[in-house]
């Protein structure tokens, strides 16, 4: 019968998509049939799936359980498009988008719809690894919950509350959630996790047994840092850090929202590149070899945030220097010379002018775009295997430069000189080949064999875990659902 247990966190950016990744890479390795699940995530890293899209971080955590992402992983993905609304992707598929206060009136189905996710889930597996999101100590949020501890108890799932002592507080982090806590939310919580250790770990062997003691919770085991995390692809924005390598030196402004951003992390891998994440009120370093424009959630937005920080400055700078461009789905809209959004689907209904980068035009229409990719790169023939997700249509005369091809349509734009170059593909510099050809052409050389990369960090996150959390107990307070 299958068993189920929750990890819940004492707040945001705590760690649980990472010890879930890792839970599930240990436990499939000792031949258990795992599956992870997320009833409510909010991120603009999605990845596609089978069915539709999904989070980036229950893709990483279906892949280290060996198996193939489905949308039944996380059913509710919420998607900020402004600081008051979201797209709605329920099972894969977008429901459209809600205020804050809207969403909340919607809940009840929406937990039908996570609940049912769930339960197919489980009866395709011998252990599904929860994820919760943001703390369950946030009782305002508490009624209607579907993410923390209201699907816990609908579902009659055990949790292990973790919490980041990294940020420090975790004692009154985990102590002061047991007592906002009601007793039927309580009833639920079998243990505890401290996540993000640094230095020697018995230096808190007193911490440890205090939160113990006050609780009445076990302690599932205290976890130190682990260093190999950002080699792992990131979900949050929180998690996108800039990263010190070699000569070559890739710039990335930081959009306000930035989405589908592991297009990043194959260059962030390579030993002879710098990632250089740059935040707003910072310049473009003048010194890049390539100035990488990321997916956008919002890209008429981000337009307006990219061009108030005077990066479009930078950016016709950079190319004056011969530098090199890359716009990446909403970065390739930006790099057109308009956007127009006719029917108001990112909320704002007209045209704008974009940089002018390439010759092409974008106009905000249609069904969104999800789906799994394989296309060839025109100068050099290579294979490419990424993913599509995305509302627009462009065209221009730069169309006729494809990027790429996919069977026999092109897809793509190069400008005339060659330096400046856009697509709607998402993922393509995880092939090695292709990546190695693209920094050739920048003068710089490959060093990295990236999926190996990922099986070898995601088997040492494991034994990590191993170490240094109690993964025999963890499995023996884990039960089967409700209707098991």
């Not at 424009?293 to 004056?320: C, E, M």
């Not at 974009?354 to 294979?383: F, S, W």
């Amino acid at each position: 019968m299958v068993q189920t247990i929750m990890i819940q966190g004492t707040g945001s950016n705590v760690g649980k998509s990472m010890l879930v990744a890792g839970l599930a890479r240990a436990y499939t390795r000792r031949g258990l049939r795992v599956a992870p699940f997320k009833p409510q995530n909010m991120s603009n890293n999605a990845a596609v799936a089978e069915g539709g899209e999904i989070g980036r971080a229950q893709a990483l955590q279906a892949r280290a359980a060996g198996r193939e992402p489905h949308t039944d992983m996380n059913p509710i993905l919420l998607k900020p498009e402004t600081d008051t609304g979201a797209q709605i992707i329920v099972q894969g598929q977008r429901r459209g988008t809600m205020r804050a206060g809207d969403y909340r009136k919607s809940k009840a189905q929406l937990l039908e719809a996570a609940l049912e996710s769930f339960e197919r889930l489980c009866a395709d597996a011998d252990l599904v690894l929860i994820e919760g999101a943001g703390s369950p100590a946030e009782t305002n949020l508490r009624a209607g919950d579907i993410a923390n501890m209201g699907f816990a108890c609908a579902a009659d799932v055990p949790v292990i509350l973790v919490g980041d002592i990294h940020r420090g507080g975790v004692i009154a982090q985990i102590v002061g959630t047991q007592a906002v806590l009601d007793d039927t939310d309580l009833a639920q919580v079998a243990g505890f996790a401290v996540n993000r250790f640094k230095g020697d770990i018995t230096l808190f062997d007193e911490g440890r047994d205090d939160i113990a003691a006050r609780t009445g919770w076990p302690c599932l085991g205290v976890v130190p840092w682990f260093d190999d995390a950002w080699k792992l692809p990131a979900e949050d924005m929180m998690d996108i850090r800039s990263h010190l390598g070699g000569a070559c030196k890739v710039v990335v402004p930081q959009l306000a929202r930035m989405a589908n951003f592991d297009d990043l992390d194959p260059l962030s891998g390579e030993p002879n590149v710098s990632v250089e994440i740059i935040p707003a009120g910072r310049p473009l370093p003048g010194d890049a070899d390539l100035v990488l424009l990321p997916g956008s959630k919002s890209t008429i937005g981000d337009l307006n945030f990219f061009r108030a920080q005077g990066w479009d400055i930078d950016l016709y700078a950079h190319v004056r220097r011969g530098g090199h461009v890359v716009g990446l789905c909403g970065g390739y809209q930006m790099l057109g010379k308009t956007i127009a959004d006719p029917e108001g689907i990112e909320g704002f209904t007209g045209e704008v002018e974009g940089l002018g980068l390439l010759d092409v035009h974008t106009v905000m229409v249609g069904q969104k775009k999800v789906t799994r990719t394989q296309a060839n790169e025109t100068q050099t023939g290579l294979p490419v295997y990424g993913y599509e997700i995305h509302i627009g249509r462009t065209e221009g005369p730069d169309c006729a430069r494809p990027w790429l091809t996919v069977g026999d349509r092109p897809e793509g734009a190069i400008s005339a000189s060659g330096r400046v170059r856009g697509s709607y593909l998402h993922g393509m510099f995880a092939s090695d080949s292709y990546r190695a050809a693209f920094l050739q052409d920048l003068g710089h050389n490959s060093g990295l064999t990236y999926e190996e990369s990922v099986e070898e960090t995601l088997d040492a996150l494991a034994d990590h875990l191993e170490r240094h959390m109690d993964l025999d107990q963890l499995l023996r307070l884990a039960r089967a659902p409700k209707g098991a």
